[in-house]
């Protein structure tokens, strides 16, 4: 089992930035790739970054070039920095665990507002 703390959400004003981070514990060495979704209320999950076991990454096109996703593996810790926030980033984000057995572990999520 693995299990995910996201941390980091909150209010941001409208070109501002916030870093959220994930921490992981458990089975962390069956860990495939993590990745980061994001949810506003009646819309499906979305896939906003990846990052493989070899430091691979990959980008949701709004976010390309604003969002940087990152992880430390001496911490056990996932990343996304969000830079040049707008109203339409605004929703619940989650962090992934893609394992090895093809499984995916959720973590309860943390709400990112972008309001003035």
């Known amino acids: 089992q693995v299990q995910l703390v996201e941390s980091g959400g909150g209010l941001v004003q409208p070109g501002g930035s916030l870093r959220l981070s994930c921490a992981a514990s458990g089975s962390i060495f069956n860990i495939n790739q993590m990745a980061w979704y994001r949810q506003t209320p009646g819309k499906q999950r979305d896939l906003v970054a990846v990052i493989t076991g070899g430091g691979s990454t990959k980008y949701a096109d709004d976010v390309k070039g604003r969002f940087t996703i990152s992880r430390d593996n001496d911490k056990n810790t996932l990343y996304l920095q969000m830079n040049s926030l707008n109203p339409e980033d605004t929703a619940v984000y989650y962090c992934?665990?893609?394992?090895?057995?093809?499984?995916?572990?959720w973590g309860q999520g943390t709400q990112v507002t972008v309001s003035t």
């Open positions: 992934t665990a893609l394992m090895r057995t093809g499984y995916t572990y």
